[in-house]
């Protein structure tokens, strides 16, 4: 479980981050960043329909909130991060998805240190 200081509630966050932020995707899922200004990294999830029933769909989240745990270090200070799942997402192995998680954020990470940002 993720800590609450590391969770991201408000929609203004998740709209700032998906408009504003640099983007990244693989076929199970989408990652956005940005900067918020705030202090510890900010992470949310965006887990719709499309991705399965409502058990599927926990099941999905539960395991992104794992796997993102685990890579908490990677993030900016003051960064706000969403990760989306795609359809595909239901049906990967748990190995897969921290796989496709990795090359994501080595990706935005890669861009944003690129293009000047903090």
């Given amino acids: 479980m993720l800590s609450p200081e590391s969770r991201m509630r408000r929609g203004a966050e998740f709209t700032a981050a998906v ?3 640099t983007r990244a995707g693989r076929p199970t899922l989408v990652v956005h960043l940005t900067d918020s200004g705030e ?3 900010r992470v949310g999830f965006v887990v719709s329909k ?3 029933n409502a058990v599927i769909r ?3 989240k539960r395991r992104l909130r794992h796997l993102i745990r685990e890579r908490l270090d990677r993030l900016p200070r003051g960064s706000l991060l969403v990760v989306r799942a795609n359809p595909p997402a239901a049906s990967a192995r748990y ?3 921290g796989a496709e998680l990795d090359l ?3 990706r935005v990470l ?3 240190s690129t293009d000047g940002q903090r």
Avoid: F, H, M
């Fill in 110 to 112: 890669r861009r944003r």
């Fill in 104 to 106: 994501a954020l080595d």
């Fill in 19 to 21: 408009k504003r932020g």
């Fill in 58 to 60: 926990n099941k999905v």
């Fill in 95 to 97: 190995e897969q998805l």
């Fill in 50 to 52: 499309a991705v399965g």
């Fill in 39 to 41: 202090e510890a990294p």
